[in-house]
């Protein structure tokens, strides 16, 4: 997917979030953020294939041993587990990190606006196309102008700089996701539908994003 990705790497996270599966995405950022094949891994926990390497978010040589793997249901669809690792002594974690792993969650939420255009682009509601209703569109509206914006200030960032206050463009994409989700309504809860990306992408954050990256 990369080799079809042109840009910055922070274009090309987003892009493959928004396009290609999300297991891929999250090895494009791995390669992209360390220069190494794998999985980011936070201080506790990580989000990955079985079996892939994991690679500490601080990219040193340190050794991250898992110490449990749960098979869980909400990001099984997407060929992912859940891993609690053994704790590690905190490590600085290159800001590039932290740029690229808001893009990820940037691409994960242009592909949730996607699906849910998708899905009602052709229903109807009270006798006119869902789409023209004014609370779907000004959703539609607010979420491609934040994701506007948003690519906007990476690209004035560029993959080796920080995003300033990421904790609040974070919050900013938490929302959005939500309220792609609520336009899905139950058929959001599909295998590797809205809902189960917008979780993806809550755990993404868990684990790679808090406290200011250092992960749970």
Sequence with gaps: MLDRVAGSPVEQVFETARKAHPAQALQATCLLATGRDGFLA???HAVHRSGAPLVALSNTPVEVV???????????????????LEPRAP??????????????RAGLLARTMDLAFL?????ESLGQKT?????VKSRFSDTSAFLSQLRRELAVVGSE?????????????????????????????RDAAVHGLEYLSVLIRA??????????
Excluded at 119 to 123: A, E, K, M, S, T
Excluded at 207 to 216: I, R
């Design 161 to 189: 700089g920080i995003v300033d206050s990421p904790g609040r463009l974070h919050n900013a994409i938490d929302t959005h996701l939500l309220h792609c989700a609520k336009l899905m309504g139950g058929h959001g809860l």
């Design 131 to 135: 789409l023209h209703h004014q609370l």
């Design 42 to 44: 936070g201080a506790c």
């Design 119 to 123: 899905h009602l682009q052709d229903r």
């Design 207 to 216: 684990t790679l994003a808090s406290q200011q990256g250092t992960g749970v």
């Design 91 to 104: 490590q600085a974690i290159p800001p590039q990190v932290h740029t690229l792993v808001v893009a990820l």
């Design 66 to 84: 898992i110490r449990d793997t749960e098979q869980e249901p909400g990001i099984a669809c997407f060929d992912l587990v859940l891993s609690q």
